[in-house]
T-cell receptor, first 108, second 114 residues
Framework: AQRVTQPEKLLSVFKGAPVELKCNYS??????LFWYVQYSRQRLQLLLR??SRESIKGFTADLNKGETSFHLKKPFAQEEDSAMYYCALEASGSRLTFGEGTQLTVNP | DGGITQSPKYLFRKEGQNVTLSCEQNLNHDAMYWYRQDPGQGLRLIYYSQIVNDFQKGDIAEGYSVSREKKESFPLTVTSAQKNPTAFYLC?????????????FGPGTRLTVT
């Protein structure tokens, strides 16, 4: 069975500092991986997906199959990045398995 | 916001009562999902449906039931058999089965059972 682990429940950084939100997964096949974000009083929404290899709002994520990781990174954090971030894995049949989430706070 | 709606936003029920949560979408999506969101546990899949008149159990289906009689609607019933029903419930939809499709989420329903 697939599993997604986000080891940090809370992460706090200062504005302008680099930020990395960790995500590790276990799955024997070839996964599709996503980062979803939930800003305060907003709906959960897609931030980025591995298959698109895109940078959204300055965030990037690289799939490392050797380390089974999909960490989310941003070189210079902004206050508006404060949110709950979820890593998710799609194994098959369109269902997602989510991690526990990391609450990111960017301090001024 | 449109697209996918959930009602009501807050719901209160007495223990022992069944309660049905509404989820409607006008995105013409084939697939719909129900998740439960608890602090520190992320989102856990309750049920999902990839096509009308068909649905599958997720990871925590016990004590819940669903129906998918129309493409745009996927109601969730929380039965009295659910041992810990107080939670935040999220509905989502996606364009099709297959890989790497974005899921679109509703605003959620917070259910409190006392």
């Amino acid at each position: 069975a697939q599993r997604v682990t986000q080891p940090e429940k809370l992460l706090s950084v200062f504005k302008g500092a680099p930020v990395e939100l960790k995500c590790n997964y276990s799955y024997s096949g070839s996964p599709e991986l996503f980062w979803y974000v939930q800003y305060s009083r907003q709906r959960l929404q897609l931030l980025l997906r591995h298959i698109s290899r895109e940078s959204i709002k300055g965030f990037t994520a690289d799939l490392n199959k050797g380390e089974t990781s999909f960490h989310l990174k941003k070189p210079f954090a902004q206050e508006e990045d404060s949110a709950m971030y979820y890593c998710a894995l799609e194994a098959s049949g369109s269902r997602l398995t989510f991690g526990e989430g990391t609450q990111l706070t960017v301090n001024p | 916001d449109g697209g996918i709606t959930q009602s009501p936003k807050y719901l209160f029920r007495k223990e022992g009562q069944n309660v049905t949560l509404s989820c409607e979408q006008n995105l013409n999506h084939d697939a719909m999902y129900w998740y439960r969101q608890d602090p520190g546990q992320g989102l856990r899949l309750i049920y999902y449906s990839q096509i009308v008149n068909d649905f599958q159990k997720g990871d925590i289906a016990e004590g819940y039931s669903v129906s998918r009689e129309k493409k745009e609607s996927f109601p969730l019933t929380v039965t009295s058999a659910q041992k810990n029903p107080t939670a935040f419930y999220l509905c989502a939809s996606s364009p099709s089965r297959g890989l790497a499709y974005e899921q679109y989420f509703g605003p959620g329903t917070r259910l409190t059972v006392t």
